[in-house]
Each structure stands twice: as C-alpha cells, then as structure tokens.
C-alpha cells in the first residue's frame, strides 16, 4: 500500500506555469510506475502523464505534448508535472497515482492501485 498526497496547485493566467508534486510514503514507492490525471465538473478523469519506476519511460496525453513534463525523485519519494503554457482548459482537479506495475505508462486507470486526494489547477483567460 502507498499513500499519496499531491500539492502545487493553484490559480494561474493563461501561459503560465505550475509544478505539482506527489509525495508518496513506503519503502515499495521507487517499484511503481507512477501516472498524473485530471478530471473537470462534468467529465471523466483523464490522463494526463505517466512515468516507468526508474523515470527512463514516459507517457502523454496528446493535448499536454509539448506543454507538460513528468519526472520522479525516488530518493525523495516524489513525482512532479511540470506544466508550461497553460491554457483555461487545463482548468481541473489533478491527481496521482500509483499503478500496480513498476512498467505500465498507459492511460488506463484500472491499472492503477493507488491515488491521492488531487490538488485543484485552475487558468485564467
């Protein structure tokens, strides 16, 4: 089991910047694969970004590509998404989350065990 616990958010104007962490407790985190996800009022939860266990792999969801940038700290137990010209739609509640794989990067959410509270992101036009 690992607990996650997300922080960063906040308000920010279109084409700004944010960085999200994750701190994640246990001795197992470094063996998960470790995903970011949004999900706006009245829509699915989404993925957004994803890295392997020893951050070598990533994952984007096509409308972050460019924009966003997943890595990891093992020693420090955390994951971070640094996002980067941010437009209103990236408005949402972001989570992460812990997939039962050390290798799955994919955008399936039943692939993963684990998720934190979220931390809201919203951008103004």
């Known amino acids: 089991q690992v607990q996650l616990v997300e922080s960063g958010g906040g308000l920010v104007q279109a084409g700004g910047s944010l960085r999200l962490s994750c701190a994640g407790s246990g001795r197992a985190f470094r063996n998960y694969a470790m995903g970011w996800f949004r999900q706006a009022p009245g829509k699915e939860r989404e993925s957004v970004a994803a890295?392997?266990?020893?951050?070598?792999?990533?994952y984007y969801a096509d409308s972050v590509k460019g924009r966003f940038t997943i890595s990891r700290d093992n020693a420090k137990n955390t994951v971070y998404l640094q996002m980067n010209s941010l437009k209103p739609e990236d408005t949402a509640l972001y989570y992460c989350a812990a997939a039962r794989s050390s290798w799955y990067i994919g955008p399936d959410l039943s692939q993963y065990d684990y998720w934190g509270q979220g931390t809201q992101v919203t951008v103004s036009s």
């Open positions: 890295v392997s266990w020893s951050g070598g792999s990533t």
